[in-house]
């Protein structure tokens, strides 16, 4: 077929000089035609000719292998077309197998799609369900959780009111504290002073009770010095020289109440007897001697009296005459410190002129 078309071609070009597809040497000798010597020009067009068909041939004999390259190349190509159509076929076979299977597949698919969609219904039918219950839930919390918070502000106003309460409660118990406190120092002041008061009476009760102690025991000394004395009196018998002689210094008409004084001393042994105010002090104890005068004054009576300690022991007497005498002696068993003077009895005034009213004293 392919051998065929080239020949018909070559023919072609034989006959048809102008032709110069195949080189361009081929078309510049187209001037082949230029026969000016018909001879000379035969034999050059001729070899010009030959010259050109071997040319022609060469390139014909090249394409003709490139054709038959190429045929050979369609060739192949063809049976590898009839191979992949074949092969196709078969795939073709295959396909429709798989679409088959396909198919089934997708009936399967739907099948369990169905499936699938009532579960997801299910499900979505539980959803909803835990959906309703979670909402309940929470509206359940909710209310439990308002319940609560009044509850809570409840029990926080009741706290409160508590706290308030104990607060005051507090201050109460400070106020007391504090009082308490006031208290039991006040008490410890009143204690304290009450027993600095006690101490202080039971100080000076001490201190008097020693005083007292002191004085007992000074005069328990004294008197134990006297009793000395005493005993040693005793011992040497009596001590010598105590006695006395006084007078009044002047008459009096109207002497009428009180001690006579007899203002001056005639004697005064062992100083028993005092001139200022006529009172004699035994010195020591033991039986004395004592006499007394009272002259009365011109026609007047006057009574008067020895007293010890007060007493009266002996009295005298002087009428209403001129100067009557009133004497009298006593003996008195005294101890020492007792006191001995002369008294108003009665009557009025007294006499003396020279010691005629005169009182005296000694120890025997
Ligand atoms: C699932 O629910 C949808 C909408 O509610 C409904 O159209 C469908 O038919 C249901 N499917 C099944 C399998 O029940
Ligand atoms: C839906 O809930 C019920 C009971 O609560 C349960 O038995 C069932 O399996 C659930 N369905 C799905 C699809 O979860
Ligand atoms: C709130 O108080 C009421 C009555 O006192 C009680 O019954 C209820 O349980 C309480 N609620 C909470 C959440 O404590
Ligand atoms: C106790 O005596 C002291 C000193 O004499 C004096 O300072 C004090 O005030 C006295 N106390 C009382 C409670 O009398
Ligand atoms: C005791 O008494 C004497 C005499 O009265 C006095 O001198 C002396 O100081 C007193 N002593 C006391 C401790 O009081
Ligand atoms: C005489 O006695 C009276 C009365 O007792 C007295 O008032 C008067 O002073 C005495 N006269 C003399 C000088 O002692
Ligand atoms: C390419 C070449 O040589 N062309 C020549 C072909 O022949 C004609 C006429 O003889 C020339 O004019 C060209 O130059």
Redesign the pocket.
Known sequence: MLETLVFTLLCCLIQTHGYSELTDEIKNSSSLLDISDPDSKNTAVFRQLLNQETIIRMSLVKNVHTLSKDMLDLKKSMETLETSQQKTDVEVAALKKEVEELKRENQRLALENKLYEETFNATMENFTKVDEYIRQVVEHLEEKREDFETNTSAVLTDLKIEVRYLSVTLLDLNKHYLEIDKRISDNIQEKYEQLSLTLNTSVEDLTND??AA??T??KSVSDLKDSQSSIENSITSKPKNVGFSASVTSPNSSWNRGTLVFSTVITNEGNGYNPSNGIFTAPVDGTYVFFVNVQSYYRKTIYAAIVLNGATKVKTMAHNNYNDAGPNMVVLNIKKGDAVWVRYSSGQGYYSSGSITTFSGFLI
């Open positions: 020693i005083m002191n004085n025991m000074v």
